[in-house]
């Protein structure tokens, strides 16, 4: 089922070139969207975005190194164009796939941000599902890849969530680090405060 979802979803790719350079551009960037929407959170100076951020940096970072160190190794599931001829419109190295590297960032940014802020969340989760969708039509994952990391990022999302009191001392201490970064750097402060 896996390969056969696949194949319906990677077979639009190569018929209208406008919808093949938009998921291209959504496979590779919409992360760094995702980013630049985190980075006007934090610099918006309100310490409730500031911890959102950080619980969603956080959630990130554990998900991608369990993902990348434990996961991938372990499975160490091909990905679609070793053993299948498919319509491959980026390149890639042909490592390990699951789980989605770029959808388990995307998510993992998402489901901390959905649950701490729901309207941004919202975006956020739209933005995660066409990374998800855009990585299977372009040839580079399967969708149980996509799927894998969607379960990793809401689980350890969850994790962080339930334990953010216990966490938030570090929350606590790099804002505190950035603030201080704002009083030592005039031109920081000055974004900050626009």
Same mark, same amino acid.
């Given at each position: 089922?896996?390969?056969?979802?696949f194949q319906i979803i990677n077979n639009f790719a190569g018929r209208f070139d406008w919808?093949?350079?938009?998921?291209?551009?959504?496979?590779?960037d919409i992360v760094w969207l995702m980013l630049a929407i985190l980075v006007f959170l934090w610099c918006s100076g309100s310490k409730e975005?500031?911890?959102?951020?950080?619980?969603?940096?956080?959630?990130?970072?554990?998900?991608?190194?369990?993902?990348?160190?434990?996961?991938?190794?372990?499975?160490?599931? +091909?990905?679609?164009?070793?053993?299948?001829?498919?319509?491959?419109?980026?390149?890639?190295?042909?490592?390990?796939?699951? +789980?989605?590297?770029?959808?388990?960032?995307?998510?993992?940014?998402?489901?901390?941000?959905?649950?701490?802020?729901?309207?941004?969340?919202?975006?956020?989760?739209?933005?995660?599902?066409?990374?998800?969708?855009?990585?299977?039509?372009?040839?580079?994952?399967?969708?149980?890849?996509?799927?894998?990391?969607?379960?990793?990022?809401?689980?350890?999302?969850?994790?962080?969530?339930?334990?953010?009191?216990?966490?938030?001392?570090?929350?606590?201490?790099?804002?505190?680090?950035?603030?201080?970064?704002?009083?030592?750097?005039?031109?920081?402060?000055?974004?900050?405060?626009?």
């Amino acid at each position: 089922m896996n390969e056969q979802l696949f194949q319906i979803i990677n077979n639009f790719a190569g018929r209208f070139d406008w919808i093949d350079d938009l998921m291209e551009i959504f496979a590779k960037d919409i992360v760094w969207l995702m980013l630049a929407i985190l980075v006007f959170l934090w610099c918006s100076g309100s310490k409730e975005n500031q911890r959102a951020v950080f619980f969603a940096c956080l959630t990130a970072a554990v998900s991608l190194l369990l993902a990348a160190w434990v996961i991938s190794p372990l499975v160490n599931h +091909p990905r679609p164009f070793v053993d299948h001829t498919v319509h491959q419109l980026i390149s890639h190295a042909a490592d390990a796939s699951f +789980p989605s590297d770029h959808a388990t960032v995307a998510f993992s940014f998402a489901f901390v941000i959905l649950l701490m802020k729901r309207q941004t969340g919202v975006l956020m989760l739209v933005l995660a599902v066409l990374t998800g969708i855009s990585r299977i039509y372009v040839g580079v994952h399967y969708p149980a890849d996509i799927l894998g990391a969607v379960v990793l990022s809401f689980l350890i999302a969850l994790t962080v969530f339930a334990l953010r009191k216990q966490i938030d001392p570090i929350s606590r201490l790099f804002i505190s680090l950035y603030n201080q970064i704002l009083r030592v750097i005039p031109v920081l402060s000055r974004f900050s405060k626009s």
